[in-house]
């Protein structure tokens, strides 16, 4: 796993402290370690973006972390959370970013703001 300095926190809420990525064929695979810093009333959808360099969102994929309701969570729980991001055929080789976020679906509220956490080689 890997951490690039203080963990990413969204609305103080739910923070992410580690996170590793490896390219399997044609699809990513994501881990990400999620830990609640509050018990929360909503249940979170999160998302994890790739971008492009150029910041176009190439690849998405977006849902309950580890299939887990943030309601049911317990303050100080940490989840490990595998997204598995199939890759376009036609995208270049190069260097892409990792962003992530966490969003209420029935009201279309973010929780805090999207963050690019990791840089990632697609070959």
Not at 3 to 30: K, R, Y
Not at 75 to 80: D, Q, T, Y
Request: glycine share 8%.
């Amino acid at each position: 796993f890997r951490t690039e300095g203080e963990p990413i926190s969204w609305g103080g809420a739910i923070a992410l402290h580690e996170w590793s990525a490896e390219q399997i064929d044609d699809q990513l695979v994501v881990t990400l370690v999620w830990q609640a810093n509050v018990e929360m009333e909503r249940s979170y959808t999160a998302y994890l973006h790739l971008l492009s360099e150029t910041g176009q969102l190439v690849a998405q994929l977006d849902r309950l972390p580890d299939g887990y309701p943030t309601s049911d969570w317990q303050a100080g729980e940490v989840i490990i959370d595998s997204y598995a991001i199939d890759l376009p055929p036609n995208e270049r080789p190069g260097k892409y970013f990792l962003q992530s976020g966490l969003c209420y679906l029935p009201a279309e509220e973010r929780l805090g703001e999207p963050a690019i956490f990791g840089e990632v080689q697609i070959r």
